[in-house]
């Protein structure tokens, strides 16, 4: 008796997870592995204190994004603005605008359509290091990856 329910247990856990997997098929990311889609979503771009342009350091990272867009051509993706702290409400506003079209533009010019892509601007909301230091300043001027 015991056998026949561990049995039926792992034949459920199986459907489970077969179902899991043909899930994932159906939101047009073909052939990408969890470690990639999580990789795409964690991995921000920085940026220097009051600038917009991309830093020579995070042109591969970018790279990498695109090379999964177009991997993915269904795959749609929000570019979150951020900054820190520092300044006006309004000036990291537009400097958080600024920065998430400066992706768009990369991405863009690497291929990407700027149909699949929208920009939002969070200013100095929602940072991801609360701190009142460089090294967390450093944290929050950054673009992040959402997929829609």
């Excluded at 561990?6 to 997870?17: D, P």
């Excluded at 047009?28 to 990639?36: K, N, R």
């Excluded at 042109?59 to 990498?64: E, H, M, Q």
Aim: charged share 25%; aromatic share 10%.
């Amino acid at each position: 008796m015991k056998r026949v329910f561990f049995l039926a247990a792992l034949a459920l856990c199986l459907g489970l997870v077969v179902v899991g997997c043909r899930s994932k098929t159906q939101t047009g990311e073909v052939g990408v592995s969890d470690a990639e889609r999580l990789a795409f979503l964690n991995n921000h771009v920085y940026f220097d204190f009051d600038r917009y342009n991309i830093r020579p350091d995070q042109v591969s990272l970018i790279n990498a994004k695109a090379g999964y867009l177009k991997i993915n051509t269904s795959a749609r993706v929000e570019l979150d603005g951020y900054c820190d702290e520092r300044g006006t409400e309004a000036y990291n506003n537009a400097l958080a605008d600024r920065r998430a079209k400066s992706v768009y533009n990369y991405l863009v010019d690497q291929g990407i359509s700027g149909t699949r892509m929208v920009t939002v601007s969070y200013g100095e909301e929602n940072p991801a290091d609360p701190g009142h230091n460089e090294a967390a300043w450093a944290k929050n001027r950054r673009v992040e990856f959402v997929l829609q």
